[in-house]
């Protein structure tokens, strides 16, 4: 738990409160990672000022959907004590069919992030890698970095508590800032100027001649266009068209996704800090902010150093024999093995859910409703007794699962069941080597897969649902007021995430189907 303290404590600032301190490095940890290299080609997308704008403005929206989410969390809790995360309060609200929808989205979600760090950790340890051993083949060295990641994974998957990795979460800040200080001071000494501009120090894929250029003149165009791969284009402040900036769209959302694990959060959280909605507010506001106060320096200052060449990984554009770009390359490493957990955390809360159901199911057809440790996967379970629960010493019957918020079990016409349990270590430790396994199968049998164009897909495929439209038609459901009221926060809410999903998705498949940049 996060210091936990009695509800009769007297409140304290949260400046001074080390627990909301843990909580906002937390949620910002859970969005932090792979996705800030992607933030200089979201720019280079929208332009400097658009992909400014474009950044405040969702930013501002996600934040108001994490406040939201953790006020919903609340409600939820309030009135069906067994919830305790994203999916569960999607059941509270909807019932069981809505769950399993936002079940089939999140895991998708969460298995294109961890892949998506995989990735990630090849393009930055195997060229440190293939330094130390130049005999190796590169595309040995990417497998050998995802192996030795995948079974490092293992192990911080296997924590039970996601408030473990806290400590972590700190490293993370810290090498993320590192990395922002490199590509600042990279941009201080050499930005891209027109005529002036080199986004390439060698041969590259993108690159075949060497020292190519991010912003030419029609001259070196005319004389040397094989220097000249990103044509005149430069460094532009806005985008040149609709396209480009629904290109964006999803890359920013994916890099502001902290609100599946929010509710983990939520729970870890003392009682003084659940129970104020002036804290959730803090906890949504200042996690955002130090997103953006990471990310907004990182789109600007890699954008503009390397202009039309800018890649979806911006430290490809480095090269293999800066020092400064090596240390970057470590620290954006370790920030992907801390957030690599934290985007699995609350995939097994989902799988050990279904499991758990699944076993309930096979038994309920006049079994005792009991489920063995070993075979479950649970800690022990409460079978359904009278109504003096609280004499007896047993949990609380809980709310039917399948029934929404604020209806009876009774008129589900289901039985009673109780919460389903914690997950065993047996079944924690097996779920995530099941898990890091399949990740790395899928992310070697798509070896090559741009870091960008993963995190595209599965931010517009399922970042825009989880950031924005669930939030928003929680808050119709759950949140407080008039329903009139509600609708002027959920309306835009649920708006942006229709935008990104809808429009993100066919921008992103479109550069795809076409090969473009």
């Known amino acids: 738990m996060l210091d936990p303290a009695p509800a009769t404590e007297r409140p304290r600032r949260l400046l001074c ?10 949620t910002a940890n859970s969005a932090l990672g792979a996705g800030v290299l992607a933030f200089p080609v979201a720019f280079r997308d929208a332009g400097l000022v658009g992909g400014s704008i474009l950044l405040l403005v969702i930013g501002a929206a996600a934040s108001v959907g994490l406040r939201t989410v953790l006020h919903c969390m609340s409600r939820a809790q309030a009135m069906d004590p067994s919830v305790k995360d994203y999916t569960k309060m999607v059941s509270a609200a909807f019932g069981t069919k809505a769950e399993v929808g936002v079940t089939v989205l999140i895991l998708l979600y969460l298995f294109g992030a961890c892949w998506g760090y995989l990735v990630l950790l090849a ?10 051993d130049p005999r190796l083949d590169e595309a040995l060295a990417r497998t050998l970095v995802q192996v030795c990641a995948s079974v490092l994974c293992v192990g911080l998957c296997s924590l039970r508590s996601i408030n473990t990795l806290k400590y972590s979460s ?21 930005p891209c100027e027109l005529g002036d501009c080199t986004a390439a120090p060698g041969p590259s894929d993108w690159c075949p001649a060497g020292e190519c250029s991010g912003w030419c003149t029609g001259e070196q165009l005319a004389r040397r266009p094989e220097l000249c791969p ?25 890099a502001l996704q902290c609100h599946i694990q929010g509710p983990a959060v939520y729970t870890e959280m003392p009682r003084r800090l659940q129970s104020s909605p002036a804290a959730h507010t803090a906890v949504a506001l200042a996690s955002s902010l130090v997103l953006i106060a990471l990310y907004l320096p990182t789109g600007l200052a890699g954008y503009a150093a390397f202009g039309a060449l800018t890649q979806g990984d911006v ?36 799988l050990h859910n279904a499991w758990a159901a699944l076993l309930r199911r096979a038994r309920c057809a006049g079994a005792p409703l009991a489920v063995d440790d070993a075979a479950a996967g649970t800690l022990p379970l409460q079978a359904p007794r009278a109504a003096d629960d609280a004499a007896g010493g047993t949990l609380p019957l809980q709310r039917a699962r399948g029934a929404p918020l604020g209806q009876p079990a009774a008129e589900q016409g289901e039985p009673l069941l109780p919460p389903s349990g914690e997950p065993s270590d047996a079944f924690i430790l097996a779920e995530a080597a099941v898990w890091c396994a ?14 960008s164009g993963v995190f595209s897909l599965v931010g517009a495929l399922c970042g825009g649902n989880v950031i924005f439209t669930i939030p928003g038609a929680l808050w119709l459901k759950l949140g407080e007021g008039s329903q009139p009221r509600r609708l002027l926060l959920a309306g835009p809410l649920i708006a942006i995430g229709a935008l990104i999903t809808v429009f993100g998705t066919y921008a992103t498949i479109q550069q795809m189907v076409t090969g473009s940049r």
């Open 230 to 254: 990103g044509g005149t284009e430069g460094v532009s402040a806005w985008p040149a068209d609709a396209d480009q900036l629904l290109r964006a769209l999803p890359l920013v959302a994916f």
């Open 17 to 26: 409160d080390g627990s909301f301190g843990t909580a906002v490095l937390t």
């Open 123 to 132: 393009d930055t340890a195997a060229p440190l890698v293939l330094k130390a």
């Open 170 to 190: 700190a490293v993370s800040v810290a090498a993320v800032l590192t990395m922002v200080f490199m590509l600042v001071k990279n941009y201080a000494a050499h």
């Open 315 to 350: 430290l490809t554009n480095f090269s293999t024999d800066d020092p400064l770009a090596d240390v970057a390359r470590g620290c954006i490493a370790v920030t992907a093995l801390c957030a690599y957990p934290m985007q699995h955390f609350p995939a097994r809360i989902v």
């Open 438 to 451: 399949l990740v790395l199968c899928v992310s070697l049998a798509a070896a090559g897969s741009s870091l």
